[in-house]
């Protein structure tokens, strides 16, 4: 019988002996004790700063030089800007995915997962809002999308897809970081409570603001954090629903597809969750906190990534489908001459491998719960995802109505220089988070372990009847 | 009766110290049959059903976001409308210059940006924080409120104040500790 009982407790989401305390301690050593993080953040940081580094020098050369730079042409005006955006974007969704749909479905999984994605979620979608910014040209103008009164008279124009991409973004960006940021408050007191350090509880106690835990207090805060819950839902699915009409509402030969928006978004929690996984084991290894994100954590998000990614297959071979069955001579061409065929086939090709097929392999238990294996997959995903937006991209826009359009897109170094600092960014931004702020939501997952085992005949009842 | 902030001392309360949150729920409950109403519970996570042990109630946070996300809805829309259809029309296409559809997107991320704020702010401004100083933190312990334990406070300002009678119904909950509070 106790055998049993060891047995269901450890697929349970919390594992071992833990205590309320020993809860807090496990999460909040990563702030409170710094000689905790060794040579693995160093290096990771190092790594991180100097591709900030080159993302600044890229972005001044781009400020001083123009977008000539970049590789840019005119049949493709848009390049790794976009790709680049569209990807960042993507990864950020699943932050919202498992914080607010995953709260409204009652997952109650999520609650030592949530905090780490949502950090994600706001540094990829900084990355991400660098490229249109820059795109511009004139950046120092971007307040131009905004609507202002101003002397020329003028308005931005409501109709375009990319007036709409401005608002989701931007409302996007803002409501996540509330999210965030009010979801830290009751982990802030904690920290406050627990610092020893001077600097630390002046800190704390700053950013807690008074928080202390009252019953009238929770009361409003879980009414405020289900209704924001409620409004991010819609508010994610219309985000990358949103970025899917920069292309879907155009008439451009593989844009003008309406399978587009419900694919991206699919795409986009694809992604999302392959990033997770790929911060969220490496993080549970380093700092031992597999009691907290258990095998059954990534044995769910496994799962979420094969279904999402069936439905991103899906829309791939619904793509082919429909050039076929549109009966449009250039839907038709694109598909043969260019993805199929052509010199960009092998990225259509590494594509369909990548998020097609290698994402096959979850459906085997075995491989959902082996670290080696998941990481290699979420790594293919990200390259998949990324070859996506560029099938979608330069693909389409070198394969036009027009003859003169049939011509080559290759991004120049600072492209690519652009999109490594991006990513420097954000692993810098990733590993100053892991060391300042509590990676793990600590009273979501206290309240996680009072419902399910911090009782302990609920334990009991759990371990009897799943 | 409002506390004299000119005298520094003064009993705030009497807070009783409970290990697990199920007797903290038995001795609110209690103590609301007893007839205290000036009284708040502090935990380290959000216990269910413990308002309702309180008897706690207050739906503004809800009711704010609606309004704000009414407001949200107009403003989006009708800035559109004015800069489409009033200000600066231009004929794009061939389509109504009220073009609906197009509308919505605007009109939708203004209604989530309004609605979102107004939660987050409407929940900082009903519990009146930021609030750096409470007579609650002068509490033996009380820096396990956020941490493992959970505490029962009622005020001397409750017109029912008894001590020995609260400090009865918390030890008969499972109060590890019940010990005075002041200001």
């Known amino acids: 019988m106790a055998k049993v009982q060891e047995r269901k407790l450890n697929d349970l989401l919390i594992t071992g002996d833990q205590t309320y305390s020993s809860i807090d301690s496990s999460v909040d050593r990563l702030i409170l004790n710094q000689k905790l993080h060794g040579k693995g953040w160093n290096i990771l940081f190092l790594i991180g700063i100097s591709l900030t580094g080159l993302l600044g020098l890229s972005i001044f050369w781009l400020l001083y030089q123009g977008i000539g730079i970049w590789g840019n042409n005119v049949p493709s005006a848009w390049g790794f800007d976009i790709i680049n955006f569209v990807w960042w974007i993507g990864i950020g969704h699943a932050g919202t995915l498992i914080s607010a749909i995953l709260l409204l479905m009652r997952q109650q999984w999520r609650n030592s997962i949530n905090r780490f994605a949502e950090a994600m979620t706001i540094f990829a979608v900084m990355c991400a809002g660098l490229y249109p910014i820059l795109h511009t040209g004139r950046p120092w103008n971007a307040y131009w999308l905004f609507p202002y009164p101003n002397i020329l008279a003028m308005w931005p124009q409501f109709r375009s897809p990319l007036m709409w991409d401005v608002a989701a973004v931007s409302t996007y960006f803002s409501v996540s970081a509330v999210f965030w940021f009010v979801g830290l408050i009751p982990d802030f007191a904690t920290l406050r409570d627990k610092s020893t350090n001077k600097y630390g509880k002046v800190i704390f106690a700053t950013l807690a603001m008074g928080w202390r835990g009252s019953n009238q207090h929770w009361h409003r805060y879980e009414q405020m954090y289900l209704l924001l819950a409620g409004l991010s839902t819609p508010l994610v699915l219309s985000v990358h629903s949103i970025v899917s009409f920069d292309f879907a509402i155009s008439i451009v030969p593989g844009w003008n597809v309406t399978v587009f928006p419900p694919y991206f978004v699919a795409g986009a929690v694809f992604a999302g969750f392959a990033m997770v996984m790929t911060w969220g084991i490496p993080i549970r290894k380093a700092y031992k906190l597999q009691h907290l994100i258990t095998d059954r954590h990534i044995d769910w998000m496994c799962k979420i990534t094969l279904a999402t990614g069936l439905i991103v297959f899906y829309g791939y071979l619904l793509e082919i489908f429909y050039s076929w069955y549109s009966g449009n001579f250039y839907e038709f061409k694109l598909l043969m001459k260019t993805r199929f065929t052509g010199p960009y086939a092998p990225m259509y090709w590494l594509l369909i491998f990548c998020n097609g097929i290698a994402p096959q392999i979850f459906w085997i238990p075995k491989y959902r719960r082996n670290e080696k294996v998941i990481m290699f997959i979420c790594f293919l995903i990200s390259v998949g995802m990324w070859l996506e937006r560029f099938v979608i991209i330069p693909m389409s826009l070198t394969n036009n109505y027009l003859p003169s359009s049939d011509k080559m897109y290759y991004p120049s170094f600072w492209d690519v220089a652009m999109f490594a600092g991006t990513m420097g960014l954000f692993i810098t931004l990733m590993m100053l988070f892991i060391r300042f702020l509590p990676v793990i939501n600590i009273f979501e997952v206290k309240d996680l372990f009072y419902k399910m085992g911090g009782k302990k005949e609920i334990v009991e009842e759990v371990g009897a009847n799943s | ?183």
């Open chain 2, 1 to 183: 009766m409002a506390h004299d902030w000119s005298d520094p001392s003064g009993l705030w309360g009497l807070v009783g110290e409970f290990e697990k949150p199920e007797d903290l729920m038995k001795a609110a409950e209690a103590a609301k049959h007893k007839g205290f109403r000036k009284m708040d519970a502090y935990s380290p996570f959000p216990i269910h059903g413990l308002s309702e042990a309180i008897g706690f109630r207050d739906n503004r946070v809800p009711w704010t976001v609606f309004i704000f996300g009414i407001t949200g809805v107009t403003i989006g829309y009708s800035l559109q409308y004015y800069t489409a259809v009033i200000d600066y029309p231009m004929n794009v296409g061939g389509r109504p210059l009220n073009s609906v559809p197009a509308f919505i997107p605007v009109a939708y991320e203004a209604t989530i940006l309004c609605a979102a704020f107004s939660a987050a702010i409407g929940m900082f401004v009903y519990n009146k924080l930021p609030k750096p100083y409470h007579p609650i933190f002068n509490t033996k312990n009380f820096d396990r409120a956020t941490q493992d334990r959970f505490f029962l406070a009622v005020e001397a300002e409750d017109p029912a104040y008894d001590a020995k009678v609260i400090e009865k119904v918390m030890k008969e909950n499972g109060a590890v500790e019940v010990s005075e509070c002041d200001y």
